[in-house]
């Protein structure tokens, strides 16, 4: 379990990692923070072993979990970035690939202790008609939550996490560390956005223009400037539709830009934007508005091919005159 899915701290893991990051080394060459690793893993609550989440199909299928329009495959995560729990990126520095561990991890650090204050009544009619039913996910007021009863006009709702209260078990193996950029971008953003767009990396020339400092023995001199070539990068995200609704994505894209660019060592993230199957149409529009001279030939040849008479429909219009 990827420490963004369900957690509401995803903006400020990184902040804390960023601090963290130079911090903590191991002197044989294990992980440190700031490693990409790739993961497989599977949390399960403390209490009776009920997994809740995890990269592998097998289990998944064993726990009953609906495999529909989920995607069951290891996970690729930054050391100390706050991607996993806090328990658990201590455990991985110092580990090296193949080494598995098992990570416990108690309420108040995974989801929180159970709060019986969370669990509110409120107005039925502040809950959507369709969702009006026990163990219904809802929204009341901008708070997340799940309805317990509806009775009359009043609705029984627990604002608390549904992990609230458990302690959770954590159990992972390190399968490769991951030294591709490609494939360090094709992780993070999966954790960003729960999906991976096509992307890449450019490389161009640009010049700069940068300052020279003066001669030292001349007390004098002035610093000057000089025109330089210098080689930039840029990572290049092709845009989804699925991006534009997400939340995420749209209130912190220029965190996680930075983000991406500090971790990846690229000059800029380039969202692009491809349209296709109806730029034809639209280039032929342009073409025959904009040229005036060739225009009623092809209207006649256009009433031609559909079997209309041309004379007939002018014929029509003067006498709606």
């Avoid at 995974?110 to 009619?125: C, M």
């Avoid at 950029?181 to 729960?194: C, D, F, S, T, W």
């Avoid at 989804?240 to 990846?264: D, E, H, S, V, Y």
């Avoid at 005036?292 to 014929?315: F, Q, R």
């Amino acid at each position: 379990m990827t420490d963004d899915a369900g957690s509401e701290n995803d903006g400020a893991v990184e902040e804390r990692a960023e601090d963290d990051t130079d911090t903590d080394t191991d002197a044989d060459g294990g992980l440190e923070n700031g490693d990409f690793v790739r993961l497989d893993y599977t949390v399960r609550t403390v209490e009776d072993g009920t997994v809740v989440d995890t990269t592998s199909r097998e289990v998944a299928a064993d726990a009953g979990i609906d495999e529909e329009d989920r995607e069951f495959e290891p996970r690729t995560v930054v050391v100390g970035a706050g991607h996993v729990f806090e328990a658990v990126d201590h455990a991985l520095v110092g580990d090296r690939e193949d080494d598995t561990d098992t990570v416990e991890i108690p309420a108040v650090d995974a989801f929180g202790e159970f709060d019986p204050d969370d669990v509110r009544t409120v107005s039925a009619e502040k809950i959507d008609d369709d969702d009006r039913y026990p163990g219904a996910q809802v929204q009341v007021d901008g708070d997340q939550g799940h309805l317990e009863t509806i009775i009359g006009g009043r609705a029984r709702v627990d604002f608390n996490h549904p992990l609230a209260g458990d302690d959770l078990e954590y159990e992972y193996e390190i399968l490769e560390v991951v030294e591709d950029r490609i494939e360090q971008a094709r992780g993070m953003l999966g954790i960003y956005l729960q999906q991976v767009p096509d992307l890449r990396i450019e490389t161009e020339e640009v010049e700069e223009t940068v300052e020279v400092d003066p001669d030292e023995d001349d007390e004098d001199a002035e610093p000057t400037t000089e025109t330089e070539v210098v080689e930039r990068e840029s990572l290049v995200v092709e845009a989804t539709p699925q991006m534009a609704m997400n939340q995420q994505w749209m209130f912190q894209k220029q965190q996680i830009a930075g983000q991406m660019m500090a971790r990846l060592g690229v000059d800029r993230l380039v969202v692009e934007e491809v349209l296709d199957g109806g730029g034809g149409m639209m280039g032929g529009m342009g073409g025959m508005m904009g040229g005036g001279g060739g225009a009623p030939a092809d209207v006649e040849e256009a009433l031609a091919e559909a079997d209309v008479d041309a004379d007939e429909i002018v014929e029509e219009l003067d006498a709606d005159e």
